[in-house]
């Protein structure tokens, strides 16, 4: 009978109907009813939230439902010592989108059950392009034969919902150390976001079949798919010896939308220039997210070798088939983790891992039908091995020393078949590195009391010494350090700080220095009051090179080491207060401040000089072409005016283009009063703010407002929103 009391209990949290976000539990110790051998507890808290917002609530309201709904927080724990069963259930509630329930059911060691279920919504920005009367803003600072078409308006909020759910039981078998387990659950995402493309072929409309531009779209998506597992295998133990534990899964993924279909232009000539396939036009699928389906066995072990021998593996192999493309990916993976303590004082750990990614997917192509040569292209297969060595050693209570080291490799079978890197100047492909090793050395410091005081230092270096694709930095040094002083028990302050020296691989110049600090700082002046804030602290300056205007057919400026700097400083205060035991009031605030912008030198002076004996030819027209301009030969009345107008068109992309200010404030306070016989009641109340200043009208000397030009506007002012909600709750424990 207490067994189905228990499955009651979580099916009535499972099937409990949608409240709206609960307050924070009770402070005060929850009514109980309890005995030697019987626990109980019950609460009960539902809640109405009120919800206002302004604006574009999506990066304030992220993972907000953004609803107005009842809700709250229901909880049911039993513990029945002689039938060593045990039943916790939580469920949160914000609203019919936005809940979390966990429940547990143990009954000794012979069962154990659980069920998680999770659901909520995640707003995503629109990252839009703000036209300028012509081909688009962003487009214009690239290359002036670019297209760009939005078709979602620039308020617009996307949202795509999330559910998770899950559940698994464990089993002992009788008179044998044996588990058997079984476990599965699904995940579906539904909603709508953002989907952006780039069509080299033409302008998107199906009339335009000349591949006169290169075109770049936005448009709405549609996402309704779900995946699915189910897995199931037994655990064995061999006294305190070993431990084995083998699983079989199987997951598919299963999607019921259609995919995409955009017109896409032509490549334009035969045969065609810049490696660009020749396409026809017409109306093509693209963005495929297929369907497959994945079988994957692995074997966990887990042994003590010998005295103060420890050791851990585990050991994978997975099938997967893609049935939209009907090609196959396989992978392997390995972990082993070996411990010894040879004497007490001293701790060594070594660990092995490995990662194989094996594709079957090889085609073939030519880039016209005048090409008379053919290409390959598909995936490569990649292979990840590490291996590391780990030192601890303590000389005193007070001090230990650490010291590690890593080496990594990487190789890419089939590697030309990637398809190359663009280089920043369009000019020299980077391809694919077959191998690439890396190392990583560092040592630790830490010196500590009981409760006094706790420091901890020390220097970390990584060397890519093969560099290529996908390997970087070539260098990085890294010096960290945090202390935590506790004078007295009331008192606690700390601060963890590091700096990051990054070197780049000689293909592109490029060096970084990231500096990061947290300081916090806790009081307790009396037992019923509690203050804490902390402070943040990120800059991260970035030199590398910067090419604008990459198109060779139009034109390019190059200048190294760029500087750009982003920095970002966060301030937060919390503080708690108890009066006699019933009234308890929170606040919690948090204000952060982030801005970024690239300073590039956009002097004309630089630019190259007309005669010079290192002279380059002006391209026929450099970005937006100033006034006086010559349609019919595409040149400039002066080299000056070419240099002022391409000035013109850095200077807005690398200034204000590149600048963003983005504030934030998040308030929260709670009032909490605590009834007689368990009842409880109280208001709780949110407030965010998030703002992007980066909004503007430029008036640029490439389009005269003399003659008849607009402002050029630069807005994404479009994410700026905030959100209020009030709540009210009133509930009981018992």
């Not at 750990?349 to 598909?378: C, E, K, R, W």
């Not at 030192?391 to 990594?408: C, H, I, P, W």
């Not at 663009?422 to 040592?443: C, E, Q, R």
Request: with cysteine; net charge neutral.
């Amino acid at each position: 009978m207490k067994v189905l009391t228990a499955v009651f209990a979580i099916l009535v949290s499972v099937a409990a109907p949608c409240w709206a976000q609960a307050p924070s539990s009770p402070s005060s110790a929850p009514a109980e009813n309890t005995s030697d051998l019987t626990y109980h507890f019950t609460l009960l808290m539902p809640q109405y939230r009120f919800l206002e917002t302004s604006g574009n609530p999506s990066r304030v309201g992220e993972y907000d439902s953004l609803q107005q709904s009842v809700g709250g927080d229901l909880m049911f724990n039993l513990v029945e010592v002689p039938q060593q069963l045990s039943v916790k259930s939580t469920a949160s509630f914000v609203s019919r989108d936005d809940y979390d329930i966990k429940s547990r059911l143990t009954l000794g060691k012979w069962l154990d059950f659980r069920l998680d279920n999770r659901s909520f919504i995640r707003h995503l920005d629109n990252n839009f392009s703000d036209g300028i009367g012509h081909s688009g803003f962003y487009a214009d600072l690239i290359s002036p034969d670019i297209m760009r078409t939005d078709t979602i308006s620039a308020d617009s909020l996307l949202g795509v919902r999330r559910r998770m759910n899950s559940a698994q039981v464990k089993v002992q078998l009788p008179k044998i150390p044996v588990k058997l387990f079984v476990k599965g659950g699904w995940q579906a995402r539904d909603g709508t976001s953002q989907m952006q493309y780039f069509d080299m072929g033409g302008s998107g409309d199906h009339g335009d079949v000349v591949c006169d531009n290169c075109h770049s779209a936005s448009q709405y998506r549609t996402y309704n798919y779900t995946t699915r597992n189910i897995a199931g295998g037994a655990e064995v133990t061999l006294g305190k010896l070993m431990k084995l534990t083998y699983q079989h899964d199987f997951r598919s993924f299963n999607d019921r939308m259609q995919n995409p279909v955009d017109w896409y232009g032509t490549s334009g000539e035969i045969p065609p220039v810049e490696n660009i396939p020749y396409t026809q036009y017409g109306y093509y699928v693209h963005s495929v997210l297929p369907r497959h389906q994945t079988q994957d066995d692995s074997l966990q072990v887990a042994m003590a070798v010998a005295h103060h021998v420890t050791f851990n593996g585990d050991l994978s192999y997975a099938r997967t088939d893609n049935l939209y493309a009907s090609h196959k990916q396989n992978a392997f993976n390995a972990d082993a983790t070996l411990t010894w303590n040879p004497i007490k004082p001293l701790r060594v750990v070594a660990d092995f891992h490995q990662q194989n990614l094996l594709n079957d997917f090889v085609q073939t192509y030519m880039l016209s039908s005048a090409d008379p040569n053919i290409y390959t292209f598909g995936n490569p297969s990649l292979h990840r091995h590490w291996a590391g060595l780990k030192l601890a050693y303590r000389f005193t209570k007070q001090f230990d020393v650490e010291t590690y080291y890593k080496r990594m490799n990487v190789t890419r079978s089939n590697s030309l078949l990637w398809p190359q890197a663009a280089s920043p100047n369009n000019y020299d492909p980077l391809f694919v590195v077959p191998a690439t090793f890396s190392n990583i050395a560092g040592v630790s410091f830490r010196f500590h009391t009981e409760r006094l005081w706790n420091v901890r230092t020390g220097y970390e270096w990584t060397g890519t010494h093969d560099p290529g694709y996908v390997t970087d930095p070539h260098t990085n040094h890294r010096v960290f350090g945090n202390v935590t002083l506790t004078p007295v028990h009331r008192f606690t302050i700390g601060n963890d700080g590091s700096v990051i020296l990054q070197q780049s691989f000689p293909a592109v110049q490029r060096s970084n220095h990231l500096y990061t600090d947290t300081t916090f700082l806790t009081v307790r002046p009396v037992p019923e009051w509690t203050v804490g804030g902390s402070f943040s602290y990120l800059q991260d300056n970035l030199r590398t090179d910067m090419r604008f205007m990459n198109d060779g057919g139009i034109g390019q400026y190059t200048q190294p080491l760029v500087p750009y700097k982003e920095l970002s400083q966060s301030y937060s205060l919390r503080t708690s207060y108890e009066i006699k035991k019933r009234f308890g009031v929170g606040l919690d605030v948090a204000r952060s401040l982030a801005h970024s912008s690239w300073r590039p030198d956009v002097n004309p002076a630089h630019y190259p000089q007309e005669n010079s004996p290192n002279a380059w030819t002006p391209p026929l027209c450099a970005g937006p072409c100033p006034a006086p301009y010559n349609s019919s030969d595409n040149t400039f009345a002066t080299y000056a005016d070419y240099l002022n107008g391409y000035a013109a068109a850095l200077a807005l992309g690398s200034g204000v283009g590149s600048q963003a200010k983005v504030p934030q404030t998040i308030i929260a306070s709670t009032a909490d009063y605590r009834f007689g016989k368990g009842f409880n009641g109280g208001f709780r109340f949110n407030y965010g703010s998030y703002a992007n200043h980066v909004s503007t009208i430029y008036n640029s000397p490439v389009y005269p407002l003399d003659q008849g030009y607009e402002p050029l506007s630069l807005n994404r002012g479009d994410l700026s929103g905030k959100l209020q909600s009030y709540s009210v709750f009133l509930g009981r424990t018992w």
